[in-house]
C-alpha cells in the first residue's frame, strides 16, 4: 500500500511538472491544489510552514518545497525520486530547446500561441496569496507584517530582501511563544554529514576548477556556486546568470540568453532549470554530446546545493517545531511570505500596464477568471492550463 501511495504522489508530482506554470509563488499554489486539497499528503499549515522555511534557505524554494514533502511522506529515497520526476521535464526541454538554438545560430522562436500564459499564471499567484492570507491568524501583529512586507517587497525588489524580510517577521511573532501549549520535547541528533558534503563540494569544486583546465569541472562550480548563494527563487538566478555567462564570460551571446529566457517563461517546471540551457550553449565546442553533457551539469550544478540543505533539514525539521519559539516564529514568517507573494503579483502586473487597453482588458479578465476558478471550483489545473494553450494558438492562428 506504500508503495502505490509513492507511486500516485510521483504521478502527482510529474502532473505538476507539466503544468506548473508561473514562477515559484504559482507552483505553491498548485502544490496546495493538488498535494494539499486533493490528495491530503499534508494539512495547509504543514505546507505554509515548508515553503517559508525554504524561503529563508538558498536555492529553488518550489523545488526545495516539494523535496521536502516528498521526505515527509517516503523519506530520502522518495525525496530524491520527487526532485528528479519535478525537474526533469524542463531540463530536457531546455537542454534540447539549447541544441536547437545553436544549430539555428541564435534564431529567435515564434512563442505567441503562449501569449494568455502570464495573466494566467498571474491568477495562479493570486490564488497562493488567498491561500496563504486564509489560514494566518488574524491579529494586529500578524496584518501589520503581512502589509509592511509587501510594502518593503515592493519598493525595495532585490533577492536578498526577501530572507531579510522572513527572518525579522518570524523574530517578531517569536516573543508570542507563551500563547503556544507546552508539549514533551523527543530527543533527536543532528547529523552534519550532508552539511559536511555540501562545504566540500563547494570548496573541492572551487579548487579543482582552478587546478585543473577542465571546462565541464568549472562549469559545475559556477553553477553549484550560484545555487549555493541566490535568494529569491529563479528570476534572481537570472540576473546572476546573465553577468556571469554573457557580459563576463561571453559563453552566450545577448540573443540567444534572451531566446532561451523567452522559451523560459513559457514553460511549466522551476525556473532553475534555465541552468540546463545555459549549460548545454556553455558546451557546444564539443558538438552533441557535450551539449548533452552541459544540460546535465547545469542541471546538476544549480539544483545540488540546495538540494543538499533540504537533505539536512528535513529529517530534524519535526523535531524543531516541537519548539515553542520555532512555532510562534512561523506566525511571522508566513505573515511575511504572504506580503511576499502579493508584492510579486504586482511587480509582475506592472508591465501588463504596457499593453494595449483591450489587451489589458483581456488579460485582467483572464487573470479574475484564472483566480475564480481556482477558488470556487475543483477543475484540474491541468485543464486550465490546455484550455489557456488552445486559446492562445486558435488567437495566433
Given at each position: 500500500?506504500?508503495?502505490?501511495?509513492?507511486?500516485?504522489?510521483?504521478?502527482?508530482?510529474?502532473?505538476?511538472?507539466?503544468?506548473?506554470?508561473?514562477?515559484?509563488?504559482?507552483?505553491?499554489?498548485?502544490?496546495?491544489?493538488?498535494?494539499?486539497?486533493?490528495?491530503?499528503?499534508?494539512?495547509?499549515?504543514?505546507?505554509?510552514?515548508?515553503?517559508?522555511?525554504?524561503?529563508?534557505?538558498?536555492?529553488?524554494?518550489?523545488?526545495?518545497?516539494?523535496?521536502?514533502?516528498?521526505?515527509?511522506?517516503?523519506?530520502?529515497?522518495?525525496?530524491?525520486?520527487?526532485?528528479?520526476?519535478?525537474?526533469?521535464?524542463?531540463?530536457?526541454?531546455?537542454?534540447?530547446?539549447?541544441?536547437?538554438?545553436?544549430?539555428?545560430?541564435?534564431?529567435?522562436?515564434?512563442?505567441?500561441?503562449?501569449?494568455?500564459?502570464?495573466?494566467?499564471?498571474?491568477?495562479?499567484?493570486?490564488?497562493?496569496?488567498?491561500?496563504?492570507?486564509?489560514?494566518?491568524?488574524?491579529?494586529?501583529?500578524?496584518?501589520?507584517?503581512?502589509?509592511?512586507?509587501?510594502?518593503?517587497?515592493?519598493?525595495?525588489?532585490?533577492?536578498?530582501?526577501?530572507?531579510?524580510?522572513?527572518?525579522?517577521?518570524?523574530?517578531?511573532?517569536?516573543?508570542?511563544?507563551?500563547?503556544?501549549?507546552?508539549?514533551?520535547?523527543?530527543?533527536?541528533?543532528?547529523?552534519?554529514?550532508?552539511?559536511?558534503?555540501?562545504?566540500?563540494?563547494?570548496?573541492?569544486?572551487?579548487?579543482?576548477?582552478?587546478?585543473?583546465?577542465?571546462?565541464?569541472?568549472?562549469?559545475?562550480?559556477?553553477?553549484?556556486?550560484?545555487?549555493?548563494?541566490?535568494?529569491?527563487?529563479?528570476?534572481?538566478?537570472?540576473?546572476?546568470?546573465?553577468?556571469?555567462?554573457?557580459?563576463?564570460?561571453?559563453?552566450?551571446?545577448?540573443?540567444?540568453?534572451?531566446?532561451?529566457?523567452?522559451?523560459?517563461q513559457s514553460l511549466p517546471g522551476p525556473v532553475f532549470t534555465f541552468a540546463s540551457y545555459v549549460g548545454a550553449?556553455?558546451?557546444?565546442?564539443?558538438?552533441?554530446?557535450?551539449?548533452?553533457?552541459?544540460?546535465?551539469?547545469?542541471?546538476?550544478?544549480?539544483?545540488?546545493?540546495?538540494?543538499?540543505?533540504?537533505?539536512?533539514?528535513?529529517?530534524?525539521?519535526?523535531?524543531?517545531?516541537?519548539?515553542?519559539?520555532?512555532?510562534?516564529?512561523?506566525?511571522?514568517?508566513?505573515?511575511?511570505?504572504?506580503?511576499?507573494?502579493?508584492?510579486?503579483?504586482?511587480?509582475?502586473?506592472?508591465?501588463?500596464?504596457?499593453?494595449?487597453?483591450?489587451?489589458?482588458?483581456?488579460?485582467?479578465?483572464?487573470?479574475?477568471?484564472?483566480?475564480?476558478?481556482?477558488?470556487?471550483?475543483?477543475?484540474?489545473?491541468?485543464?486550465?492550463?490546455?484550455?489557456?494553450?488552445?486559446?492562445?494558438?486558435?488567437?495566433?492562428?
Amino acid at each position: 500500500m506504500k508503495k502505490i501511495r509513492h507511486l500516485i504522489f510521483l504521478k502527482d508530482v510529474f502532473v505538476l511538472s507539466l503544468t506548473s506554470f508561473g514562477g515559484p509563488s504559482a507552483h505553491v499554489a498548485l502544490f496546495f491544489k493538488i498535494l494539499v486539497q486533493k490528495r491530503a499528503y499534508l494539512s495547509e499549515e504543514e505546507l505554509l510552514e515548508l515553503n517559508s522555511f525554504c524561503q529563508i534557505l538558498p536555492g529553488p524554494a518550489s523545488t526545495q518545497t516539494l523535496t521536502a514533502v516528498g521526505f515527509k511522506i517516503g523519506g530520502p529515497r522518495l525525496a530524491f525520486l520527487t526532485l528528479i520526476v519535478w525537474i526533469l521535464p524542463a531540463a530536457a526541454f531546455m537542454t534540447f530547446a539549447a541544441i536547437l538554438v545553436s544549430s539555428l545560430k541564435g534564431g529567435s522562436i515564434n512563442l505567441s500561441f503562449l501569449q494568455y500564459m502570464a495573466p494566467m499564471a498571474l491568477g495562479f499567484i493570486l490564488y497562493a496569496a488567498y491561500k496563504t492570507v486564509v489560514i494566518l491568524p488574524k491579529n494586529r501583529l500578524t496584518i501589520a507584517i503581512l502589509i509592511v512586507s509587501m510594502i518593503i517587497a515592493l519598493l525595495m525588489a532585490t533577492p536578498w530582501i526577501f530572507p531579510i524580510i522572513l527572518l525579522c517577521a518570524g523574530f517578531l511573532t517569536s516573543w508570542r511563544f507563551e500563547k503556544h501549549a507546552k508539549q514533551a520535547k523527543t530527543p533527536f541528533k543532528v547529523r552534519y554529514a550532508n552539511l559536511f558534503l555540501y562545504a566540500g563540494i563547494f570548496v573541492g569544486a572551487a579548487i579543482l576548477g582552478l587546478l585543473l583546465d577542465s571546462k565541464p569541472i568549472r562549469l559545475f562550480e559556477n553553477f553549484f556556486r550560484n545555487g549555493s548563494l541566490i535568494f529569491g527563487g529563479g528570476q534572481a538566478l537570472i540576473g546572476y546568470f546573465y553577468i556571469e555567462f554573457v557580459q563576463f564570460k561571453k559563453l552566450l551571446s545577448s540573443e540567444e540568453f534572451l531566446t532561451g529566457f523567452a522559451l523560459l517563461q513559457s514553460l511549466p517546471g522551476p525556473v532553475f532549470t534555465f541552468a540546463s540551457y545555459v549549460g548545454a550553449l556553455s558546451m557546444r565546442e564539443f558538438g552533441l554530446l557535450g551539449e548533452v553533457a552541459g544540460g546535465l551539469i547545469g542541471s546538476l550544478g544549480v539544483f545540488l546545493p540546495g538540494t543538499i540543505l533540504i537533505f539536512f533539514v528535513a529529517p530534524i525539521w519535526q523535531y524543531i517545531q516541537q519548539y515553542r519559539v520555532v512555532k510562534a516564529s512561523f506566525e511571522g514568517i508566513n505573515a511575511g511570505n504572504a506580503g511576499i507573494i502579493i508584492a510579486t503579483a504586482f511587480n509582475l502586473f506592472q508591465p501588463m500596464l504596457q499593453l494595449s487597453t483591450g489587451t489589458l482588458t483581456l488579460y485582467i479578465a483572464i487573470l479574475l477568471t484564472t483566480t475564480g476558478i481556482l477558488i470556487f471550483t475543483k477543475l484540474p489545473h491541468p485543464i486550465l492550463i490546455v484550455l489557456g494553450g488552445i486559446a492562445g494558438l486558435l488567437m495566433t492562428w
